[in-house]
């Protein structure tokens, strides 16, 4: 058990350095910037294997000796606790020897008084063995204990045995869906974000997700109480059902576990040059949130990338989903959460060059120059080209916010920006593991097999009576192999119910006549 503790501490330390250090199966950007800028420690750790921490010869050597060192260990305990279970109590011979130790006048002759004492002693809950004509008692109890500390190791190999399986079989990644549009479970559908393990076959669930409402619930302080996305949600085989994700309320469906991640803001977005639609359809936006601040209360940023026009362009666009709260934070100085939409508007600039990257997250202006810039309402449409509002401005929001109104209602323009509405997207955890069950079974026995290592003592006890005139001498003695602190008031107690269950003292009368 030394041995496995010893590789145990190993395998923390080594979980500790693949929490510190950037892991190629999730992370390869960081992990090549980081050898770029840490060339000497870089190449070190690449031939340590540090990078991939959990896919080392090392650790798997490290894992795979724990896994013996483990079952050389359980399976000799396994068969002696078995035998232990089978076999009686053993008599003993010098009961004064032992640290606790008791004599007491009975008034029952050997065979009744020990007889009456291994009742007392099973009513305690002891295994007893009688031996009615020798007038001796052996009893015993506290197996459990054992029963429990195997049962918690047998469950901690399988909690390890299921996490290899589960997590090198299975995969999670992170779905994010707008209102009113759906999502496939397949590779190419996770853009990056997903994570399978070392011995997934790829076999996706193809499982159908729709979005159909998106629910958040804040207090007026902007303390979020509550998510939830519901969803429609249809299987290859036609299997479908209605489901709704809560934070703390995953929902399983064919072979996948859903949670509920993240959310935000998508904006319709339309942009057309004449009647060539360039672009049509929802713009996932994120945050970047300085430290200390709200992230409730700060703008959602995206961007629009047009890679087919030349010279290249991409809009960046910066949205406030509710303009009240926007203005109140203004007025008052004070960053107010905007948890609503409530006459959303954006801020958009347009950028001409050479795109570098498609990465929807973030716009690289190295080879980029900015030509136009405004803001737009919900339900504007704007000349991009020109940064002026060409209809829509009979909204919530006054057209003097957008700075430019187009002459004439704007004439031709070559870049036109609409912003018919706005929605909100769920962020979802998909995850497949096959072991869950497994998991929550050891879960469940090494809890079970705690208890009794924290309640259960094993006691050993022995009783034996001697004749003495028309009574018994008894002699009980006993010791305790855990909380021996405690066993002295517990044999007192069982030294005074032996004695009773004996028949007590003897009466004066029946000592007067005893020789």
């Known amino acids: 058990m030394r041995t496995a503790i010893i590789l145990l501490l190993m395998l923390a330390a080594a979980a500790v350095v693949g929490s510190l250090i950037p892991q190629i199966p999730n992370s390869p950007q960081r992990v090549a910037a980081y050898q770029i800028d840490h060339p000497v420690w870089g190449r070190f750790f690449q031939a340590a294997g540090f990078f991939d921490v959990f896919g080392s010869w090392w650790f798997a050597l490290i894992t795979t000796l724990l896994f013996v060192s483990l079952i050389a260990c359980l399976i000799p305990r396994s068969r002696a606790m078995i035998r232990a279970a089978r076999a009686r109590p053993i008599h003993a011979r010098e009961l004064d020897a032992f640290p606790s130790f008791a004599e007491r006048a009975v008034a029952l002759e050997p065979e009744a008084a020990a007889a009456g004492a291994a009742a007392a002693l099973r009513r305690k809950r002891y295994r007893v063995e009688l031996d009615a004509r020798g007038g001796s008692v052996a009893a015993e109890k506290g197996a459990l204990r054992e029963i429990g500390s195997l ?21 999670v990644g992170h779905a994010t869906i707008v209102e009113g549009y759906g999502w496939t479970d397949a590779r190419f559908n996770y853009d990056g974000d997903l994570r399978t393990g070392r011995f997934f076959g790829g076999g996706f669930s193809g499982t159908q997700i729709q979005l159909q409402d998106f629910q ?75 430290p ?55 801020e958009y600039e347009v950028w001409q060059g050479k795109l570098l990257d498609n990465s929807l997250a973030s716009l ?54 609409a912003f018919p509405d706005l929605r909100q997207y769920t962020t979802l955890q998909i995850s497949h593991d096959v072991t869950v069950p497994w998991v929550l079974a050891a879960a469940i026995l090494i809890v079970l097999g705690l208890l009794p290592a924290l309640y ?42 032996v004695t009773s269950a004996a028949g007590g003292a003897p009466s004066r009368a029946s000592l007067e006549v005893s020789p």
């Open 364 to 417: 690289d202006t190295r080879f980029m120059h900015r030509t136009a810039s405004g803001l737009i309402g919900k339900g504007w449409t704007v000349d991009a080209t020109r940064g002026c509002v060409i209809s829509g401005t009979s909204g919530a929001i006054p057209a003097s916010l957008a700075n430019v109104t187009c002459p004439d209602g704007g004439g031709p323009a070559a870049l036109t920006m």
């Open 151 to 171: 049962a918690f190791h047998w469950a901690f190999l399988l909690l390890l045995i299921a996490v290899i399986i589960g997590k090198g079989t299975g995969y």
């Open 456 to 497: 259960v003592s094993r006691r050993k006890v022995w009783v034996r009576a001697r004749p003495d005139g028309m009574g018994s001498v008894l002699q009980v003695g006993g010791f305790a192999l855990q909380r021996k602190d405690r066993f002295d008031e517990e044999f007192a107690s069982l030294v005074e119910a």
């Open 292 to 346: 200390g601040g709200n992230p409730l209360a700060q703008p959602w940023q995206g961007f629009v990338k047009l890679p087919t026009l030349r010279p290249q362009v991409a809009v960046a666009i910066r949205l406030y989903p509710d303009a009240a709260a926007y203005f109140r934070s203004l007025a008052t100085g004070v960053a107010q959460p905007m948890t609503e939409a409530n006459a959303p508007f954006m």
């Open 216 to 290: 958040d619930d804040f207090q007026t302080s902007g303390i979020p109480m509550d998510f939830r996305s519901e969803l429609t949600l249809s299987g290859p085989d036609g299997a479908s059902e209605q489901a709704d994700v809560r934070i703390n309320h995953p929902v399983v469906f064919n072979g996948i576990r859903i949670f509920q991640f993240g959310f935000g803001w998508a904006p319709m977005v339309q942009i057309h040059r004449g009647d060539r639609v360039l672009f049509d359809g929802p713009v996932v936006l994120g945050q970047t949130t300085p």
